[in-house]
């Protein structure tokens, strides 16, 4: 069991160390890998010094080993490295020497550093010889407005001299050191600065060139400009469709390699999150990005989308707002509902005006009552003396209808002719001052008139007063159909032009009919309920109590 144990450990130690190392340097041993590998670029007909890549490596060798080797991919080879000094590659301790480089010199350096006993770390390092100045030689240089100093990338640990050049010539009365001052840097001073260090290995001078670009930033066009979105700006959506966001930002000039742009849900990226793809595109100076939402959802509607542009320096926000669309079902009906409110409303209130103005007419009377010095309500002007058929109907209206429902029901004081006037009183003296003592006159048209009536005295008079003197309102009330009014007085014509009729129809005799209703309104307000009390206000003619 235990065998068998150990085996399956030794298996997997051995599967682990085919996934850290394509080569394998001795089977029996395996070292750490604490740091990542390193690439060194160099030109060819120069020399390489190469320290151990790790600090603690290059320094601790007291009590230490060492061992270098190289890996060629080419053939899958791994070679030791010898430590003899006329070796043109060799080591000293943790020190690679490769002089006068070629391009077959490119490969895989490996150190491995025994540090004790039985513990070892391994550090790689890729070598990649240029046969002549290449961009890729370019160490990195950060953008900046007005840089001083410019340091040799090359020969840190190493005593040496340097000489600069400045897009490979030679910069005059520069003094040797690891950097180069630069006095008064302005837009002149950009360009590809090269330093030639010169190191002394067993009396024989070798040389090692370093490269920068030194690119001043022009501050008036660096900071990136948003073109889209604006800043705060509504997207309109809908839950479960598509939506595409677009980031555009200006960034002057070029692009940088540092500058990105890029959208966040919540202050987060989100790219990487199931449902959502962002494609970043690079062109003149634009940077863009396409946020693809496949399924907007209720959380999307919620959150906060911003698009994120960064340069070199520093970065920027803009912020949009996603709002679901708006259904305009909602608007809709509460349109059509108002609109048939509305109808219902004005239907409610014009079928009850007439009940409502008899109403507030009766409340305003009662507050502020005004003696005016009338005695009658109305008085009544009808034609007597007619033929046979048609005196009926107009007595029988006048004594019936009229009488019940104005004075019985509604408590108007009428003066009726025939009734009211006492015998022996002079009749033409009667009928004015009577008229005079009437808020209002009730006219009864018949579809005929009686040549010789006495009634045609007090329509005479009726219509002078309220004609001429206009002082008394008319109240026509039309028995029967009429063709014309031809035949009727002029005075009652031209009446007839202002007020059109009430016309009665047989059957009419309730108090709260339509025509008996409009009969009140025309009417002032009845003044037996002047008398009476507030209480008694009603919309409806009641019989009166005694
Ligand atoms: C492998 O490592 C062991 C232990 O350090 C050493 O004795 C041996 O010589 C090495 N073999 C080779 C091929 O380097
Ligand atoms: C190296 O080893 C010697 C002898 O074993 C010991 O005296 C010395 O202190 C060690 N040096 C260091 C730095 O560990
Ligand atoms: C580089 O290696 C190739 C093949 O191994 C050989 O033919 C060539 O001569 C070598 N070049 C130099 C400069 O050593
Ligand atoms: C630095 O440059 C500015 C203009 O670019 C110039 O006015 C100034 O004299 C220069 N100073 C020196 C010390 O060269
Ligand atoms: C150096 O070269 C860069 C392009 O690599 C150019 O922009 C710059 O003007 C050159 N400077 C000089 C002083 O020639
Ligand atoms: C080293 O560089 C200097 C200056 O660039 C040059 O004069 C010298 O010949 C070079 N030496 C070698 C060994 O290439
Ligand atoms: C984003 O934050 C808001 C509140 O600030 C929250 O309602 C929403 O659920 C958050 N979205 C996500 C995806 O976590
Ligand atoms: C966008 O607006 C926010 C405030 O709502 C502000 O903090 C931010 O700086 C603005 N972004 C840009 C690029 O102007």
Redesign the pocket.
Known sequence: MMMMMRMLQMILLLTESVLISSYQLNSTVECERPDKKKTVRVLA??SLYLPCPNDDCHIETENTSYEWFKYIQRTEQVEQIGTEESERIHYHLSELYILWLTLNDTGRYITRWWYEEDKCDEYETDVVVYEEFNTDLLDYTPEEEKPSKIYCPVCEYQQATF?WYKNFSLIPNQESAGYLLLRNSSKESAGIYTC?C?WEHNGI???RSGFRELIIRDMSSSTPTFQLPINNSIVITDVGTELILQCSVFFGRTVCDECSVQWERNKTRIDAVNGYKQETRKQGGIMESFLTITKVSELDLGSEYRCRAEDSYEYFYVSIILKRKESMIPVILACVCTFLLVLVLSGIVKWFSLDLVLFLREIIAKLNRTEDGKLYDAYVIYQRNLEEKTDKTVSDFVNGSLLTVLESYCGFKLFIHGRDDLPGEDCMDLTESKIQLSRRLIIILTPETSTTSSAAYDLELGLHQALVQGETGVILIQLGKMQDYTHLPLGLQHLLCKNSPLLWRDGETSPNSRFWKRVRYRMPVASSHWRSSLRNISLECQPLTV
């Open positions: 007909g120069e000489i030639v010169t001078k070798h040389n």
